[in-house]
Each structure stands twice: as structure tokens, then as C-alpha cells.
């Protein structure tokens, strides 16, 4: 039986490709409503914050956990059970960095508690949060440039993102950080034309699937999930109820074992198999 729907949020949830809007069908709200009343727990898995978990319950009207910061942090039950910070000569790293690249680039860090600092609080992606910010979607987002804000406050940064303008920029600079940080422990991943994300090493949904069904005491074949992107790809690997959004690359597609155009599909499929098995 499946207990435990794993779902990403942009592009999966949030079907609106091109802006992200927040947006979440009506269907798919009723039908992951259903889901939880037949006893079907829903978890969030996003490269957002997992306090993105609580935005989605206002929308859902259900309870939502999250696996939020691409794997970096479970929360269960409105509480946070694990967490992996991003090593601070990392972090260190690539402020250093974006000193003295020619590259014009901002960092966003996010922490263990969903606070969003950027390097540079200004300019276009400053307002896309902002934005966020207004419409809940994230609940911390801070004026400070972040080596200031890290002179009063200094919890442990989860994860790291690289903002470029092109993707020749976001090309460039991937060069240039790699090098930079050779020495460094950690992995990272593009999650957009224009995104850079830094984590812990060996860290990601996949992971934080994991954690997820230890904590829960559920078996992998008790879980279902659900993405779009490159980094829903860890999580397709670790149980055999994967599916894939079809607007998804192909060679995304190809790591699922089924292939859905909405969530409200992956809804029928669940509560039809456990019809089944009663």
C-alpha cells in the first residue's frame, strides 16, 4: 500500500512553466485532498524552502510536511528533524569569489530556517523575492547584504544559489567556481538557465526521500513521487512508484516508470492501487 505521496512543487504543483506564480489548480487541490482523507500522508520536496510547506497547506487546505532546500532539511509535522548545512569555507568561498569575478552574478543563501539573505540585495532577483515574499510564499527575506546580516545572526546556511543573467554567464561562472572551490566539499547542479545551486555534498531530494521513510518507519515501496526536473531524478531512483510530469526533458522522463500531464493522475493511481490491496 501507499502511504506517502512525494511531490515537487515548480512545474509539478505549480504547473505555470514560465513564472512562478504559486498557483495550484482547483482539481488538484481536491483531488490531494481526497488523497489525505483516505489516509495518504502528502510531503513537499523542493529546491524552495520547507517552510514553502505551510504556504502549500493555506492553498491545499491539508498538512504538509516538506523536504525543502533540494534535500537539505525534513520537516515533519511543522518541526525540523534533520538538517544539512552547507560548509561555511564553502559559503566563504563563494562570497570571495563573486568579489572579484567580472561575472555580474548574486548568491541568494538560504538557512536551516528558511531565511533568504542575498550577497547583493538589489536588483531583479531581489525583487522576484520580494515579490514571494508579499504573496507568503516565502516568510524571511532580508534587506541586509549578507556578510552584514551574518555579523548579527549565524545560523547554518542549507543552501547556496548562484544567479546569473544568461546562461553563457551561468556557463562562465560554473568555470570559474569550480576552480575556485577545488579543494572544497560539495556538490552542485543547474536547476534553471540562470540558477547555480550549491549543497552539501551527496545531499538531495533523493536523500531526503530517505530520511523521510526512516523517520516515518515507511518502506520504499510505501512512497509514491512525483517532478519534473533534473533534480527530481534522485528521487525517481529510490522507489518504483515514480512518475514523471510529461512536459518534463527526456532524459528526465526516462528515470520514472510512469509518465503523468497532472498530479490529480498520480492521485487516482495511488488511491486505485490501494483499493486493490484491500
Known amino acids: 500500500m501507499i502511504k ?7 512545474g509539478t504543483l505549480f504547473l505555470d512553466l514560465e513564472t512562478p506564480t504559486g498557483i495550484i489548480e482547483p482539481n488538484t487541490i481536491s483531488q490531494v485532498q481526497r488523497l489525505t482523507q483516505s489516509g495518504v500522508r502528502f510531503v513537499m520536496a523542493s529546491g524552495r524552502d520547507h517552510l514553502t510547506a505551510r504556504y502549500l497547506e493555506s492553498k491545499l487546505q491539508v498538512k504538509v510536511d516538506g523536504i525543502g532546500q533540494n534535500g537539505g532539511v525534513i520537516m515533519i509535522d511543522d518541526e ?7 560548509d561555511e569555507k564553502v559559503v566563504n568561498a563563494l562570497l570571495d569569489l563573486m568579489d572579484i569575478t567580472s561575472i555580474d552574478v548574486n548568491i541568494l543563501f538560504i538557512d536551516d530556517r528558511g531565511h533568504h539573505v542575498m550577497a547583493k540585495p538589489r536588483g531583479w532577483m531581489y525583487d522576484l523575492f520580494q515579490l514571494m515574499l508579499e504573496r507568503k510564499e516565502i516568510t524571511h527575506l532580508y534587506p541586509e547584504d549578507f556578510r552584514t546580516y551574518r555579523t548579527h545572526d549565524h545560523h547554518p546556511v542549507v543552501k547556496a544559489v548562484v544567479i546569473c543573467h544568461t546562461m553563457d554567464d551561468r556557463d562562465a561562472f560554473t568555470q570559474e567556481m569550480v576552480e575556485f572551490l577545488s579543494n572544497q566539499d560539495y556538490d552542485w547542479f543547474y536547476s534553471s538557465p540562470q540558477y547555480i545551486e550549491i549543497m552539501s555534498k551527496n545531499i538531495n531530494k533523493g536523500t ?5 521513510a526512516k523517520v516515518l518507519n515507511l518502506q520504499l515501496d510505501e512512497i509514491a513521487v512525483v517532478g519534473d526536473s533534473y533534480n527530481d531524478i534522485s528521487m525517481f531512483k529510490v522507489t518504483p512508484y515514480s512518475f ?27 488511491l486505485k492501487h490501494n483499493e486493490t490491496l484491500k
Open 4 to 10: 506517502c505521496l512525494v511531490s515537487d512543487v515548480d
Open 208 to 212: 531526503g526521500v530517505l530520511h523521510l
Open 80 to 86: 525540523v528533524l534533520i538538517s544539512f548545512p552547507l
Open 244 to 270: 514523471a510530469m510529461d512536459h518534463g526533458d527526456q532524459a528526465v522522463k526516462k528515470h520514472a516508470n510512469y509518465v503523468v500531464s497532472k498530479v490529480d493522475e498520480v492521485v487516482d493511481f495511488i
